[in-house]
T-cell receptor
């Protein structure tokens, strides 16, 4: 079965600290795309970061970076200098080769504490 | 900015009613998707469409149908609403082939069936 697993249903972090959200996935494909999405309370889901599996270099977007371990099928998200506005549900997702479908994890609810 | 809009933020319907959820995107995206989001289950794909009048079943299509008569509009239809269809419904769009690009999401419709 094609799955994306987020093993941390809830996490909290103090403002200005660093937190890492984990994501593992199952695939036999060699090329695919990985995504982290953020869904703030009562607001639209938006893309945080995107990684192409054939690229070795980890993607970075300002305070957000990923640790992509292709052999281990792991795609964790690191948030540095956490801010109150980072409080949200975070979803990990990957594309599926040969289809237009994406597979999502069950989400991690992150709360940033003042 | 890409904008994906959904016809209602909140909707309350009675069991057995026919329900229409509408989604419109303004960026000429080929692909459109309907998901339902439930706590602990993440996002589950109901239907998607990769072109006008083209549609494919997702993982949980039972009890739902869709319509895409124009490129910018994708409708989800609950033929006879049931209480187990109470959920948050998210529409998304994307362009490109085979999941290489991110999805843009609407604000969601929280549907309650009583």
């Amino acid at each position: 079965a094609q799955t994306v697993t987020q093993s941390q249903p809830e996490m909290s972090v103090q403002e200005a600290e660093t937190v890492t959200l984990s994501c593992t996935y199952d695939t036999s494909e060699s090329n695919y795309y990985l995504f982290w999405y953020k869904q703030p309370p009562s607001r639209q889901m938006i893309l945080v970061i995107r990684q192409e599996a054939y690229k070795q270099q980890n993607a970075t977007e300002n305070r957000f970076s990923v640790n992509f371990q292709k052999a281990a099928k792991s795609f964790s998200l690191k948030i540095s200098d956490s801010q109150l506005g980072d409080t949200a549900m975070y979803f990990c997702a990957r594309s599926t080769s040969g289809t237009y479908k994406y597979i999502f994890g069950t989400g991690t609810r992150l709360k940033v504490l003042a | 900015d890409v904008k994906v809009t959904q016809s209602s933020r909140y909707l309350v319907k009675r069991t057995g009613e026919k329900v229409f959820l509408e989604c419109v995107q303004d960026m000429d995206h080929e692909n459109m998707f309907w998901y339902r989001q439930d706590p602990g289950l993440g996002l589950r794909l109901i239907y998607f469409s990769y072109d006008v009048k083209m549609k494919e079943k997702g993982d949980i299509p039972e009890g739902y149908s869709v319509s895409r008569e124009k490129k910018e509009r994708f409708s989800l239809i609950l033929e006879s609403a049931s209480t187990n269809q109470t959920s948050m419904y998210l529409c998304a769009s994307s362009w490109g082939v085979q999941g290489s690009y991110e999805q843009y999401f609407g604000p969601g419709t929280r549907l309650t069936v009583t």
